[in-house]
């Protein structure tokens, strides 16, 4: 048992990181256990969150690199370790659905293409500066008290997009599974067959660790920031979930279904919206 979810583990780590396994660590692959791997995607997330929050302290804290440059060193880190596996399905995404006016089979037509255009250029240059932008407003609120801070949102933001994306998954069906249609799809094999065993696994992963995160903040950090962080708690509930339904409804009306591509694109709008909304609220803490 301990060894089968260590190989699904490691094919998960395989799969939405550059991250090499070592060749001493013989991995079995088989659909069968592809189609498990979601269940460890949240923490993969938290772990990228964690080595990236370490790149920006190691940078800032210990060297005494700006802010800034600590700050698009730690964005470059988590974009290379992940090979911009999820920026590259939001742009090819908003390229779909920017140029395919409304016409399914030319939406999914556009985000096959390998070339960018410039609807998918610009959604990276504008989610790039928003991620900036709102990193930088969280360290700079009321250092140093937001470093820890820092981590949280990492955390959240990678965790819990992640975790959303496997609820979408878990409620639709994936385009490329249509009868009469053979379009080969990486994300076939791994988002078929899910169990409600993975989905709850998922979420007692994501929420167990923002949880002791947050228990944490509220022991250590400030006794000030119980409020702030219950408030902040409150507002990623009511932002995220009609934002899931909004997302939903938006894709489902133009695909009936997901691909690849759009789950990058959803990992990136909530791993955003996160950002910006712990960035006003902990302004004055």
């Known amino acids: ?54 790149i920006f302290y190691l940078f800032h804290s210990l060297i005494g690199v700006t802010v800034e440059i600590s700050i698009i060193l730690s964005m470059i880190f988590s974009t290379v370790v992940t090979g911009a596996l999820h920026e590259d399905g939001l742009a090819d995404s908003i390229d779909g659905f920017g140029g395919g006016y409304g016409d399914r089979e030319k939406i999914l037509m556009i985000m096959k293409d390998s070339r960018i255009g ?3 250029a610009l959604s990276l240059i504008f989610s790039q500066l928003l991620k900036f932008y709102s990193l930088q407003a969280i360290v700079e609120s009321c250092y140093p008290i937001t470093l820890p801070l820092l981590l949280l949102a990492m955390i959240s933001a990678h965790g819990l997009s992640r975790l959303l994306v496997f609820i979408y998954v878990y409620n639709h069906t994936n385009c490329n599974n249509e009868k009469g249609k053979a379009r080969a799809s990486k994300s076939k094999a791994v988002t078929n067959n899910h169990h409600l065993s993975d989905f709850f696994i998922a979420a007692l992963i994501s929420i167990g660790v923002i949880g002791i995160g947050v228990g944490i903040g509220i022991a250590y950090i400030n006794t000030n920031t119980t409020g702030m962080l219950t408030s902040l708690l409150l507002v990623l509930i009511l932002v995220l979930t009609p934002l899931y339904f909004i997302i939903k409804k938006f894709i489902h009306k133009r695909l009936a279904g997901y691909t690849g591509d759009t789950l990058g694109a959803i990992q990136q709008i909530f791993e955003l919206t996160i950002y910006v909304i712990f960035s006003f609220m902990i302004v004055g803490c």
Do not use: N, W
Request: proline residues 7%; glycine residues 4%.
């Open 1 to 54: 048992m301990i060894k089968r979810e260590l190989q699904i583990f490691l094919i998960a780590l395989s799969y939405f990181t550059r991250i090499p396994i070592p060749i001493s660590i013989p991995i079995s692959y088989d659909e069968d256990k592809a189609s498990h791997i979601l269940k460890y995607f949240p923490l993969i997330g938290i772990l990228i969150a964690a080595s990236s929050y370490f």
């Open 118 to 120: 410039s609807f998918g």
